[in-house]
């Protein structure tokens, strides 16, 4: 499962961001990964929740967006959606198409409290 080594990763690069930056408590990590990253979103959850105890993530809420397969054609210069892993273009039906959407996993950003209204809140 190597959702767990990428749920270690997210984890160890926020907590880099979060040194360089004041900050209170970490809500929520957004990141975007395709449909044919590999990803298993649910996995990528399962292991992040597992991982975060004890870190500078601790009760964070992991955020997937998930990004569609998608095609440019070199015909006609549309972008369309790619349907049932056919790879051509939904706008003319040309098989000359580059992939330029469902590939990536990008850390998106990190929602935290503002330390100064962190400090303020009642306990």
Known sequence: MHELGIAG????????????????????????????????????????????????????????????????CDACGRRTPVADYVFRCGACGAETVRIVGGREMEFVSIDADDPEEAACAPD
């Not at 298993?40 to 597992?50: E, G, I, K, R, V």
Request: charged share 25%.
């Open 9 to 72: 990763y997210l984890i160890e690069v926020a907590e880099q961001h979060l040194q360089r930056a004041p900050h209170g408590t970490v809500r929520r990590l957004l990141v975007r990964i395709g449909e044919m990253a590999g990803v298993n979103p649910d996995s990528l959850d399962f292991a992040f929740t597992c991982l975060q105890k004890g870190t500078g993530v601790d009760g964070a809420r992991l955020e997937v967006e998930r990004v569609p397969l998608a095609v440019e």
